[in-house]
């Protein structure tokens, strides 16, 4: 087992150095000047222009930026924002936690409904029940976020005023945060109804970034348990006079979920990739949105220590899960 992290491991290498590579040449390929977005409209000389691209490194070639750049990831400097004039990585640290608590949820809710869609498809197979689920599962796998998103909040937000429309918690409640996940704060503040107001916050845009997961855990779910309840062990059990509720939950789903935890895992950079636009729909102060903003202020610090910490941390969730798998499975780190 060691052996087999150990050789993961040093494949996340290569990957990590291409992530450096592509974030610093793709974010230079977006049209527009820095130096003239901070400076703004305002006339100003071609001294003080200059000036301001020497203090961001901007007049170096760009291959001798590329060099800086790495050299100073190595030393943890990620950049400081032009805009805030915060280090990258204070400004990530911060708003990160948004971003983790609503894939948390998003995550929850995919799971709670997924993993039951996919059994019950799976035991009504060629139903009408089973058809009428997974027609669910691709109709919320195909539909765009940004259209999703603006339909819930047509419906529940506006038409039936059932949730609110964005932020985090109500206006009426304000206590200094001391985890950034909002739910927890809120619950440590004791402030009567603060909890509630969070968790209402969070259902729509947990629900519009959990759809894609959903669509996808609900047909690996169905997938895996179609070739688990064609196994003899299962026929076996249910020769014995098994109850049903045993026969699929203790045999057959328990060996189907192996496919699927990989699913679960993989879907999280899903659900990293759609909190952009569905922090953006919803006004959730998280790295999605931030990472707009910095996009439309041409913020090259940001835009790269970002998106660089966001890829590292899908290496490592993948990374995770293919340790995990080789724990459950032990064909999989024997594999060359």
């Not at 000036?51 to 930026?65: A, M, S, T, W």
């Not at 970034?209 to 779910?221: D, E, K, N, Q, Y």
């Not at 790269?304 to 993948?318: E, R």
């Amino acid at each position: 087992m060691l052996a087999h992290f150990v050789r993961r491991l040093l494949l996340t290498i290569p990957t990590i150095f291409a992530l450096m590579f592509l974030t610093f040449v793709a974010i230079r390929l977006v049209p527009g000047d820095p130096v003239e977005v901070r400076t703004g409209e305002r006339g100003i000389s071609p001294e003080r222009l200059e000036e301001f691209r020497q203090q961001l490194g901007l007049d170096q070639p760009i291959v001798v930026q590329f060099f800086d750049y790495v050299r100073d990831l190595f030393s943890g400097d990620f950049g400081t924002s032009i805009i805030s004039h915060r280090p990258v990585i204070e400004e990530f640290a911060t708003l990160f936690p948004a971003t983790l608590e609503l894939s948390f949820f998003a995550m929850v809710f995919a799971v709670l409904f997924g993993v039951p869609m996919g059994v019950i498809a799976a035991l009504k197979r060629g139903s009408v029940v089973d058809h009428s689920l997974m027609g669910v599962a691709l109709f919320g796998y195909s539909m765009p976020i940004f259209w999703w998103g603006l339909l819930l909040v047509l419906f529940f937000s506006v038409t039936l005023d059932l949730t609110p429309v964005s932020g985090r918690i109500d206006l009426l409640y304000f206590f200094e945060p001391v985890t950034g996940f909002m739910v927890i704060d809120a619950w440590l503040s004791g402030e009567e109804g603060a909890v509630s107001s969070a968790l209402s916050h969070l259902v729509l845009p947990a629900v519009v970034l959990g759809t894609i997961p959903l669509a996808a855990i609900a047909r690996m779910t169905r997938s895996a348990m179609l070739e688990v309840l064609g196994e003899d062990y299962v026929r076996t059990a249910r020769a014995k006079g098994l109850s049903p509720f045993r026969v699929v939950g203790l045999h057959a789903l328990r060996n189907a979920l192996i496919p699927v935890v990989t699913t679960i895992g993989l879907q999280g950079g899903t659900l990293l990739a759609g909190a952009v636009l569905t922090e953006t729909i919803f006004a959730w102060p998280g790295i999605g949105k931030w990472l707009i903003e910095s996009i439309a202020r041409r913020d090259y610090p940001a835009l790269q220590g970002g998106v660089l910490l966001v890829s590292t941390l899908l290496v490592f969730v993948n990374l995770g899960v293919d340790l995990l798998n080789a724990a459950v499975n032990p064909r999989i780190r024997h594999a060359r």
